[in-house]
């Protein structure tokens, strides 16, 4: 398996390459030359297969034998070691809780399967550099990036969810550094915690700014000569294709559940609360691999470019503003170059398997009052916004619940006139330590940090 850039301007490379460089010289994103297609048998074979089994069945066409078996069984079983339940809402609507991984996120599939694939081209890198040294000369050249002696680093700018994923996935993988930069006060304390408390090979700084500025630092140290020849940077979102594709697994997971409960003549429809379109575009790339899912439908708050531009055939990228709902507060979804792709660029195609709606702070914590009122269910804000694209849908479907609603407490708590529970999952945290560098909302700040600390 190859992946070609979609600025089609670099040459296509491996898994291994995607996934240690993010995205292409060109600037482009990477995008399997081909999806794979599942058989009959094996479909089937799904309705009953346990989670470990189906998740490297999916990837292994993916990974294309940049890693090897044994280790990928290992890779794939504990990215998905937790539960991904369907918990029905209403007669129609079900949830699809991705919120039980140690960060409550459903980014915390993506961000296992990233950093142990990269701590596994870490490792054979060290090995590699072992026998390069004892048997070629030094100027010899090497294609493997990791083996060039500068350190490795992984730059992430986050709203509050990315960051914590991201930490905990590669706390501890040898060979690879995370830098994470965060708005101060911007994210909630539970969302801190889990930034700012782990340690050893991460590194939490504190932006004295708005999520725009530390995306513009890290952005800029990509583009960035001294930076670049000082560090190996890669980034932890969903451009890299080691955290995008693994995204496809909970549709696996999901369907599993659906059709054990309502067979398989009701099609399972899905909305997805979207921000960067990448956990959307790996659902639409299950179903493109025969996966038999319904039909697709895009959540999004006022950040709507793609609701705008399916309704009126006008892609404009807009300016973010910010929502409740701050993990979608995306002006210019990156990922969706990688449905239109899918898609052959043709927009009544897309039409045909997207439909998408947004919905305003207003109505998002209206329906979280709503829906605990009404049903007992208490959603988070993302969730909320795919709940009222369910009910506008009107067809059976699943929502999928993007974040435990302890992460929003400020918005939910208010909405429900409750506390939320913090679950025993993340209760450790609150004994915790926050330790974070204040770093102003400067990339020469950051820069000239970064170069003192080699
Ligand atoms: C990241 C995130 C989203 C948006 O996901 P995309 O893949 O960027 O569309 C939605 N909800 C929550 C809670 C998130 O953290």
Not at 286 to 301: D, E, Q, R
Request: some cysteine; charged content about 15%; glycine content about 6%.
């Amino acid at each position: 398996m190859q992946y070609y850039s979609l600025g089609k301007q670099s040459p296509a490379v491996d898994f291994k390459t995607a996934a240690i460089t993010g995205q292409a010289p060109d600037k482009g994103l990477y995008f399997p030359t081909s999806i794979p297609r599942f058989t009959a048998e094996q479909i089937e074979r799904f309705k009953t297969l346990d989670k470990a089994s189906i998740a490297f069945e999916v990837m292994k066409p993916y990974v294309g034998g940049t890693i090897d078996d044994a280790s990928l069984q290992q890779i794939c079983a504990e990215t998905i070691n937790f539960d991904f339940p369907l918990v029905p809402i209403t007669n129609t609507i079900a949830s699809l809780e991705l919120f039980h991984g140690p960060t409550l996120a459903f980014k915390d599939v993506g961000a296992r399967f990233m950093s142990r694939c990269l701590g596994y081209f870490s490792k054979q890198a060290a090995a590699e550099k072992v026998q390069n040294t004892a048997q070629i000369k030094s100027e010899q050249k090497v294609d493997n990036p990791l083996l060039q002696t500068k350190p490795s680093t992984v730059l992430v700018a986050t709203s509050g969810d990315t960051g914590g994923a991201v930490a905990n996935g590669f706390l501890g993988v040898e060979g690879v550094e995370v830098i994470i930069l965060y708005p101060k006060g911007k994210v909630s304390p539970i969302q801190e915690l889990q930034l700012t408390t782990c340690g050893q090979n991460i590194t939490a700084l504190e932006v004295e700014g708005s999520f725009d500025d530390c995306q513009a630092m890290v952005k800029d140290a990509f583009m960035d000569g001294e930076l670049n020849a000082a560090y190996h940077l890669t980034s932890a979102n969903s451009i890299n294709v080691a955290r995008w594709l693994p995204q496809q697994l909970y549709y696996f997971f999901a369907w599993q559940q659906w059709v054990a409960k309502n067979g398989d003549a009701i099609p399972m429809n899905i909305v997805v609360p979207s921000g960067n379109f990448g956990n959307i575009c790996a659902g639409m790339m299950a179903k493109a691999s025969g996966l038999p899912l319904g039909h697709f439908v895009a959540a999004c708050n006022d950040n709507n470019v793609v609701t705008r531009y399916l309704s009126t055939g006008n892609y404009a990228i807009q300016k973010s503003v910010a929502t409740v709902s701050n993990a979608m507060d995306v002006g210019n979804p990156s990922n969706f170059v990688r449905i239109m792709e899918m898609m052959q660029n043709n927009f009544e195609q897309l039409k045909k398997g997207l439909s998408s709606y947004s919905y305003n702070d207003i109505s998002t914590q209206a329906t979280i009052t709503r829906v605990y009122k009404e049903y007992g269910y208490t959603l988070d804000p993302h969730g909320a916004v795919a709940f009222l694209a369910a009910e506008a849908f009107n067809q059976p479907a699943i929502i999928v619940e993007t974040a435990h609603p302890v992460k929003f407490p400020e918005v939910v708590e208010t909405a429900i006139g409750q506390t939320i529970a913090i679950p025993p999952s993340v209760q450790f945290l609150l004994d915790k330590e926050k330790v974070a560098i204040p770093m102003g909302a400067s990339f020469e700040k950051f820069k000239n940090w970064m170069l003192s600390k080699l």
